[in-house]
T-cell receptor, first 116, second 106 residues
Framework: GAVVSQHPSWVICKSGTSVKIECRSLDFQATTMFWYRQFPKQSLMLMAT?????????EQGVEKDKFLINHASLTLSTLTVTSAHPEDSSFYICSAISGITTYEQYFGPGTRLTVT | GIQVEQSPPDLILQEGANSTLRCNFSDSVNNLQWFHQNPWGQLINLFY???GTKQNGRLSATTVATERYSLLYISSSQTTDSGVYFCAVRGGKLIFGQGTELSVKP
């Protein structure tokens, strides 16, 4: 149990275009979902936290207008990178918790974004 | 905010060896998790261990919350254990350490 999926697993896009990444909790309802970014050989950096039906809470330094997060249901959150630039190239990982029986956090397999 | 420090940063082992990874944190936390990030980037949950000791096969973990540290033990290491091991603590949000990169040689 406690499986989180992400789609796509990798994407290449041109500078100036937008890219949407989906995150789904497959076998549990996620009260809270999180989006992380990871650069090579570095740790995970939290970008934002979202609760179903509410606006996301962004970490300091994360541009809300560039990284649009929507938590439309208890099993789906999306991250849209708008007007992507090469510096947005990174590994994006989503995570979710049930928050009902446990606060154990489960992670998706990640999406590798390359902006050319 | 809470600081999380992991040691050692890198570790090279011969297959079959044992190892201990350490995670120190600077403040009281609600919970602590250990993860293994495989070469493809997937984070695999190893332990959810706010306190006490747990075992799962060749892996075990101990968290001493009052002294603000946790240990991950890997026994009889295998090449498939290679990757990065992260501890993460929750003090409101999940905060990750910098990880220990483990390489197990055949």
């Amino acid at each position: 149990g406690a499986v989180v999926s992400q789609h796509p697993s990798w994407v290449i896009c041109k500078s100036g275009t937008s890219v949407k990444i989906e995150c789904r909790s497959l076998d549990f309802q996620a009260t809270t979902m999180f989006w992380y970014r990871q650069f090579p050989k570095q740790s995970l950096m939290l970008m934002a936290t979202s609760n179903e039906g509410s606006k996301a809470t962004y970490e300091q330094g994360v541009e809300k207008d560039k990284f649009l997060i929507n938590h439309a249901s208890l099993t789906l959150s999306t991250l849209t990178v708008t007007s992507a630039h090469p510096e947005d190239s990174s590994f994006y990982i989503c995570s979710a918790i049930s928050g009902i029986t446990t606060y154990e956090q489960y992670f998706g397999p990640g999406t590798r974004l390359t902006v050319t | 905010g809470i600081q999380v420090e992991q040691s050692p940063p890198d570790l090279i082992l011969q297959e079959g060896a044992n190892s201990t990874l350490r995670c120190n944190f600077s403040d009281s936390v609600n919970n602590l998790q250990w993860f293994h990030q495989n070469p493809w980037g997937q984070l695999i949950n190893l332990f959810y261990i706010p306190s006490g000791t747990k075992q799962n096969g060749r892996l075990s973990a101990t968290t001493v919350a009052t002294e603000r540290y946790s240990l991950l033990y890997i026994s009889s290491s295998q090449t498939t254990d290679s990757g990065v091991y992260f501890c993460a603590v929750r003090g409101g949000k999940l905060i990750f350490g910098q990880g220990t990169e483990l390489s197990v040689k055949p």
